[in-house]
């Protein structure tokens, strides 16, 4: 961040980032015998509270001219590692990137001569708060002379969310066989962009302002049950 009442002056750009990125592969198991009544359960869970801010605070002086080479910011998206991609901005840029990628696995497996239970769980719970902003009373590029006809000055928070769950279980005996899976995610997300009142923002060619929360969620939960009497599921 740029604290308040400070100034800050570039020929180049200025890049106010903070970045969060969460990647996490998670694999639980249970593997049981018994001779004749076995019982297997196993489970993986992540919790994750996290904020994620940049801003220019304020009565803040901030100039970026965008002249010279361009400076890489956070997009939003990842590439095909998991990784954050950027674009090239000119001027001044204040951005909040959050990516979470979690893969998530539970198993359960029991093998028993007359009575099996198995069971498996994924529970997934993120509270995520991503914000970027310029205060009230902040000045950006009040005095924009000799300014890049390519500047730019960019206000953006991004939120990413990639899960993959999967929870299952087998169960094999010769009565009875009962197998449960599941998989439970709960998400909650603030993503907030802003320009507070009375902030000065000159920009020679665009002021972009924007806030982008986006979820892919992959979420698969079975049960197989195998018995020469009675199975359930």
């Known amino acids: 961040y740029i604290d308040d009442n ?3 002056f570039a020929n180049g750009n200025v890049a106010v980032q903070a970045l969060s990125h969460f ?9 049981g015998f018994a001779g004749k009544v076995g019982f297997g359960a196993s489970a993986s869970t992540v919790i994750k ?13 901030v100039t970026g001219l965008g002249n010279g080479g361009t400076v890489g910011i956070y997009d939003g998206s990842l590439n095909a590692s998991d990784l954050p991609n950027r674009q090239q901005s000119r001027g001044v840029s204040v951005v909040a990137a959050s990516f979470e990628v979690l893969d998530v696995i539970a198993g359960g497996a029991q093998l028993a001569g007359k009575v099996g239970i198995a069971g498996s769980a994924t529970v997934n719970i993120l509270n995520e708060t991503t914000r970027a902003w310029i205060a009230a009373g ?13 500047q730019d000055v960019v206000v953006r928070a991004t939120d ?5 769950g999967i929870g299952g279980a087998v169960t094999l005996s010769g009565t009875a066989g009962i197998g449960a899976g599941a998989d439970v995610a709960t998400i909650t997300k603030v993503t907030e962009a802003s320009i507070g009142i009375s902030a000065i923002v000159n920009a020679n060619q665009n002021v972009i302002l924007e ?6 969620i992959t979420s698969v939960a079975g049960a197989a049950s195998l018995s020469g009497n009675a199975a359930i599921n």
């Open 138 to 150: 902040a000045t950006v590029n009040g005095n924009n002379t000799g300014a890049n006809t390519g």
């Open 23 to 31: 990647d996490t592969f998670h694999i639980d198991g249970n593997l």
């Open 6 to 8: 400070a100034t800050v």
């Open 211 to 216: 806030a982008n929360s986006e979820e892919d």
């Open 160 to 164: 990413t969310t990639e899960i993959l």
């Open 49 to 61: 509270n996290d904020t994620t801010e940049a801003f220019i605070d304020a009565g803040a002086n």
